[in-house]
């Protein structure tokens, strides 16, 4: 099978360059240019909007790590793992969860301010899946706007850390040896930099987030377009996983026509005492799972749909009443002011809620230090598969991969001595061009609607089939033939990643984790292998299966 639509980076206008280049400025971006500053190298972070946009600001519930003292990084490791359904990579989670809360107290150092109990300790809380309370959060509900908040000051105190907002990335450039030493991209704003140029450096991290909206109903921002997993592609480096799309059981439902970012009702009102509950009024979590409305996500998504279909009800309600007002006020101040913004008290009322895309569990592939199959090219946070998070991800865990990755990708860059070398225009690999073939975003809002009913939380041979055939034909037939824009660009990307997404879905015959094939209803053994797929210049993709030990450079296969 091919993606016929490939995306060539246009001639460049101006260049820049700098030690290392940084595309994103959420959790991992953020923190990847300032442990990189540390070491005393030149950072040019550059994202596509303003500095704090991106998912990081949207995230409700928290950090999650053993901070507490009856919690230990074994138990959150055991937790984690269960979640993943078989599929992470035990060596990749054991750093997340040992080096995590060192990593949340970094984040403090930086000024990130988190709610306390009345002994002044880090007031913890618990998710879906946690067996522990270890979940820190600020400001309620706000936790991912307060750890923006504290990132963008420390890097904007920084002035070797020089961001450019308004940047779209396009694609990677390399060197005749096949190694990283830049990007090209789009700049809107005044001054030198305006229009299509190059940034140049021995290290590229990709930082980009997720591809949310690839689905016509997400939690994610509008900058979530899977354009590091799309460019990651068109370079020739491998991505993993990106079957395993998290759809989170209750973000509120706003009616059949709702479209784009949808409110989150954060996990955590759950992990109040918040249940879930029919158009009878019935609890139907109780008999579903031990931990009833806080199981893993993917097994409340499922009992969600499940009793949607059953019932014939457009969706569930959560019951929070019982958490009382005062409790709303303080701990969910967030969530609270957008129920009410649109009618709802959930003081007094049941929210209307109903899964909808949320995170992406899969992404470009990489070692234990965030390393990608391309030398010189790093991945950090939720564009990354790091594997960590296997079939699907623990509540909380991604801010925290963020973190930790972000860490050692800079040890990374750092043992790899890439910084030391000089680039310069005349290293650019000429022949590595593409002949530009954008697609138009007019067919955005079809791919999306498309994948939400074909390859959305209930997947099967046939649907996967229906959305390889859409996808293939409008590839072919809409091409962009003028001008394109920043969106054309987007819309591209989003082609790509869901043409990798169906195709993985199709050939995965089971149901594991966030992924589930009505036509294979269990988890099978010889399906506990990761698919990783890569690019090739002409759009062949070319898929194989990994064991989830594996990682690029190791022995394992
Ligand atoms: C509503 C919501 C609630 C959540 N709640 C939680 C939670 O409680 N706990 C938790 O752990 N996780 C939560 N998550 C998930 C978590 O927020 C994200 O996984 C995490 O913030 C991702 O961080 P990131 O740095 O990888 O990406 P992001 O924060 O999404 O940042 C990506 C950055 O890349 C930029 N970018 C993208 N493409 C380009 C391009 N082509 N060129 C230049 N720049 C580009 C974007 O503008 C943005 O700055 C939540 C997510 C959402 C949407």
């Given at each position: 099978m091919s993606v016929p639509g490939v995306l060539q980076a246009p001639t460049s206008g101006w260049t820049t360059s700098a030690d290392v280049i940084v595309v994103g400025s959420g959790v991992a971006g953020l923190t990847t240019a300032l442990r990189v500053r540390a070491q005393g190298k030149s950072v040019l972070l550059v994202t596509k909007a303003t500095v704090d946009e991106g998912s990081t600001r949207w995230a409700q519930g928290g950090i999650a790590a053993a901070l507490a003292d009856d919690d230990s990084p074994e138990d959150h490791l055991r937790d984690t793992l269960v979640a993943g359904g078989g599929l992470c990579n035990e060596e990749a989670v054991r750093i997340l969860v040992t080096e995590g809360p060192d990593a949340v107290r970094e984040l403090m150092a930086w000024g990130a301010r988190f709610d306390t109990d009345p002994t002044g300790s880090i007031s913890l809380t618990r998710e879906g899946g946690h067996h522990r309370n270890r979940i820190a959060h600020a400001g309620g509900d706000a936790t991912g706007a307060e750890v923006s908040r504290a990132l963008v000051a420390a890097v904007s105190a920084d002035p070797g850390i020089e961001v450019v907002e308004n940047a779209l990335v396009l694609d990677l450039l390399k060197d005749i040896d096949g190694a990283a030493i830049g990007v090209t991209l789009h700049v809107i704003g005044?001054?030198?930099?305006?229009?299509v140029g190059a940034a140049l450096a021995p290290a590229v991290v990709l930082?980009?987030?997720?591809?949310?909206?690839?689905?016509?109903?997400?939690?994610?921002?509008?900058?979530?377009?899977?354009d590091g997993v799309a460019l990651a592609l068109r370079a020739g480096a491998a991505v993993a996983d990106l079957e395993f799309v998290q759809f989170h059981p209750t973000v509120m439902w706003l009616g059949p026509l709702a479209q784009g970012q949808q409110p989150l009702v954060s996990e955590a009102v759950r992990g109040e005492g918040a249940v879930l509950v029919d158009d009878a009024g019935e609890r139907f979590m109780l008999g579903e799972h031990e931990m009833a409305d806080l199981a893993p996500r993917d097994v409340v998504a499922k009992a969600i749909r499940r009793r949607m279909r059953e019932t014939g009800a457009a969706h569930m309600w959560l019951d929070g009443r019982g958490l009382g007002a005062d409790m709303w006020v303080h701990r969910f101040p967030t969530i609270l002011a957008s129920c009410r913004l649109r009618g709802i008290d959930p003081v007094t009322d049941l929210i209307p809620v109903a899964p909808a895309q949320h995170y992406a569990s899969g992404g470009v592939l990489t070692d234990l230090d965030g390393r990608s199959t391309i030398p010189g090219l790093y991945a950090c946070g939720e564009v990354a598969c790091s594997g960590v998070h296997g079939a699907n991800r623990l509540a909380s865990n991604s801010l925290l991969e963020g973190l930790v990755f972000g860490r050692r990708i800079a040890s990374a860059i750092e043992a790899d001595q890439l910084s030391r070398r000089v680039v310069t225009?005349?290293?650019?690999?000429?022949?590595?061009t593409q002949r530009s073939l954008v697609v138009r975003n007019a067919i955005r809002r079809q791919l999306q609607q498309k994948m939400d009913v074909d390859a959305g939380v209930l997947r099967s041979a046939e649907s996967l089939d229906e959305a390889t055939q859409w996808i293939d034909a409008a590839l072919s037939g809409?091409?962009?033939?003028g001008t394109p824009c920043t969106e054309d660009w987007e819309t591209t990307n989003l082609m790509t990643v869901a043409r990798v997404l169906v195709e993985h879905a199709k050939l995965r015959e089971e149901t594991r984790g966030s992924h589930w094939r009505e036509d294979y209803p269990n988890a099978e053994e010889r399906w506990r292998v990761r698919l990783v797929t890569t690019m090739a210049k002409d759009g062949d993709l070319h898929t194989e299966r990994r064991s989830p030990e594996w990682v690029p450079g190791s022995e394992n296969t």
């Open positions: 005044p001054g030198r930099r305006d229009g930082a980009t987030g997720g591809f949310g909206q690839v689905f016509g109903q997400t939690t994610n921002p509008y900058v979530a377009t899977g225009e005349a290293d650019i690999d000429a022949r590595d809409d091409v962009n033939r």
